[in-house]
């Protein structure tokens, strides 16, 4: 990334400058992706590449310019996909231990932790994330809290700098999901938190065609740990993968600033929609995590919750009568995506059955909104 000396660069020209390539007359603009499974090496191994388990130049890149972004002193840790991140990240939990999170969360990050507790007698307690005295409670003889905000799919808003303080003060390590806010809207790491995770398959990446995931701290111990664990684990992504990821990753800003506009309009027009039940969106001042997002976030995400008039049933004809929304699970990328998260038997009963989770992309609002009114207005009929 270029020096300037004067201030600090903003996140959108950190977004297009990092990770890119030395300048030199004749060098390539993008990095170019290394294909080679090892490296010549002999002699008792140094600092330098030597297997492409334990690193290679394209990771490195990314690591530079996403650690860039979240304001984190040390490189990411790219890993295999979100939740080979969620894995690593909550292997800090000892045997017998405890883990807090979330009762509304990544479903999978949940299912995660269910699995530590049956396998490794981790007593996991979920909390309301939006409930600060409630979480801080349950810091109490914690080992790691796993905060996720706003959380996937109910939107709740947790008080990160309050949750991350109460758990500095208890010794308990924070791991905080900023998939759903990415570092343009909230940088837990300079409020304190252990460690960042990401599922980059989602903004970051941008695009659906990548699945991939990523840690970052500020302390070195714990990042060597991170290193050594996706090393032991092998849970590894791909050079082009990585790539591809980077190249994403330069419209991060772009992105997210127009998918952001789209949702908050959206999100004020479905409000008044003789058709939805309930809308979900921290933009919306009636909504429940909206003052609370307006004073810690820089944004307010590009998630909905919807919930039309007419129960699960109504809710599964709106996806069946949209055209231009695509009917799929994940989020994050340029196109409009959504489904109703009670069809996963795995989802939280406590996620409305009607729930319809929206990831708005980038096209034109308009046509976004055209669609689903008549979507709407076809399940209603
Ligand atoms: C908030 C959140 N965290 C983690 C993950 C897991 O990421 P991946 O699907 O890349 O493994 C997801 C995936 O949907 C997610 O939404």
Redesign the pocket.
């Known amino acids: 990334m270029p020096e300037m000396s004067s201030q600090p660069l903003a996140p959108a020209t950190i977004a297009v400058t990092a990770g890119r390539p030395a300048r030199v007359q004749g060098g390539p603009v993008n990095p170019p992706i290394v294909l080679s499974s090892t490296y010549v090496s002999q002699g008792t191994p140094g600092d330098e590449l030597l297997y492409t388990r334990s690193g290679t130049e394209t990771w490195q890149d990314f690591e530079a310019a996403l650690a860039a972004l979240e304001g984190a002193a040390c490189p990411a840790v790219v890993m295999g996909?979100?939740?080979?991140?969620?894995a690593a990240a909550l292997a800090a939990v000892p045997h017998g231990g405890v883990l807090v999170v979330p009762r509304h969360?990544?479903q999978?990050?949940l299912g995660f932790a269910d699995d530590l507790a049956a396998r490794h007698a981790v007593e996991v307690r979920r909390v309301d994330i939006a409930d600060t005295d409630q979480v801080v409670a349950a810091l109490d003889g914690a080992d790691v809290a796993l905060l996720?905000s706003p959380t996937?799919p109910m939107l709740e808003v947790a008080d990160l700098p309050a949750l991350i303080a109460a758990a500095r003060e208890r010794g308990v390590r924070t791991v905080v999901?900023n998939?759903?806010a990415t570092p343009l809207v909230q940088r837990p790491l300079e409020l304190g938190a252990d460690v960042v995770?990401h599922?980059?398959?989602?903004y970051l990446a941008g695009h659906s065609d990548v699945?991939?995931?990523a840690l970052l701290t500020n302390d070195p111990a714990i990042e060597a740990e991170l290193r050594g664990y996706r090393t032991l684990h092998g849970a590894i992504a791909g050079p082009m993968e990585v790539w591809l990821a980077l190249r994403g990753l330069r419209t991060l800003h772009l992105r997210v600033e127009r998918a952001q506009a789209n949702a908050a309009e959206l999100a004020r027009r479905l409000a008044d929609h003789p058709a939805v039940a309930e809308v979900r969106h921290p933009s919306l001042p009636a909504d429940p995590g909206h003052d609370r997002a307006t004073r810690l976030m820089g944004g307010y995400g590009a998630i909905i919750g919807l919930r039309p008039a007419g129960g699960a049933a109504a809710a599964d004809a709106v996806v069946a009568a949209l055209r231009l929304w695509v009917p799929a699970?994940?989020?994050g990328g340029v196109e409009s995506t959504l489904e109703r998260r009670r069809r996963f038997a795995t989802e939280s009963l406590t996620v409305p059955e009607d729930l319809l989770r929206m990831s708005v992309g980038v096209e034109d609002v308009e046509d976004l909104w055209a669609d689903l009114d008549q979507a709407l207005r076809a399940a209603a009929a």
């Open positions: 996909s979100g939740m080979a991140a969620v969360a990544y999978v990050s996720e996937n999901d998939t759903f995770l599922s980059v398959t989602k699945v991939m995931g699970t994940s989020l």
